[in-house]
T-cell receptor, first 111, second 115 residues
């Protein structure tokens, strides 16, 4: 499984767009990129997944450059409730739930 | 959507006793479930793969006699922490998915405190 590198923490203010970048230089051809969100004392929650270019859903957007060695999770107009840890994972499509988590990025949204 | 539920949400036990944590898939059958452990301010660490009808597969460094896993039905996996010690205090989380190619759903986690 490809190793991922993310910033340990980020600060933002309500209403701003937040971009969290993840590096995965050793991503394999068949690997997908998946982002999870975790609130304190809760299990992680799936946010978005992509293979290349751009993916958008009601929660976030995921930008993946052509070389796929990095990806950026974009959260539009964050609110206080978006304060959480965000994990970037790289591996086979969903892998049936067997996921290897990196350190994650602790996002703190301030009023 | 699919829901994975854990019970209990938190438990406090005395050192030397055993604690059982349940993980249920509420609206789908899961032949495979996964157990993770998370210490404060750290990431999730995969402990083991729970396989319905067969033995669990443990990750390197996880004691199988310490963390007993039983997957007796397609909707229930249990993790028993045997002879618990304070260092076993942690947040235990399970996950499951409808199939190998669909997203994983996580339980709400179980906070174990061993005193």
């Amino acid at each position: 499984l490809a190793k991922t590198t993310q910033p340990i923490s980020m600060d933002s203010y309500e209403g701003q767009e937040v971009n969290i970048t993840c590096s995965h230089n050793n991503i394999a051809t068949n690997d997908y990129i998946t982002w999870y969100q975790q609130f304190p004392s809760q299990g992680p929650r799936f946010i978005i997944q992509g293979y290349k270019t751009k993916v958008t859903n009601e929660v976030a957007s995921l930008f993946i450059p052509a070389d796929r060695k990095s990806s950026t999770l974009s959260l539009p107009r964050v609110s206080l409730s978006d304060t959480a840890v965000y994990y970037c994972l790289v591996g086979l499509y969903n892998q049936g739930g067997k996921l290897i988590f990196g350190q994650g990025t602790e996002l703190s949204v301030k009023p | 959507g699919a829901v994975v539920s854990q019970h209990p949400s938190w438990v406090i036990c005395k050192s030397g006793t055993s604690v059982k944590i349940e993980c249920r898939s509420l609206d789908f059958q899961a032949t495979t479930m996964f157990w993770y452990r998370q210490f404060p301010k750290q990431s999730l660490m995969l402990m083991a793969t729970s396989n319905e009808g067969s033995k669990a597969t443990y990750e390197q460094g996880v004691e199988k006699d310490k963390f007993l896993i039983n997957h007796a039905s397609l909707t229930l996996s249990t993790l028993t922490v045997t002879s618990a010690h304070p260092e076993d205090s942690s947040f235990y989380i399970c996950s499951a998915s409808r199939s190998e190619n669909t997203e994983a759903f996580f339980g709400q986690g179980t906070r174990l405190t061993v005193v």
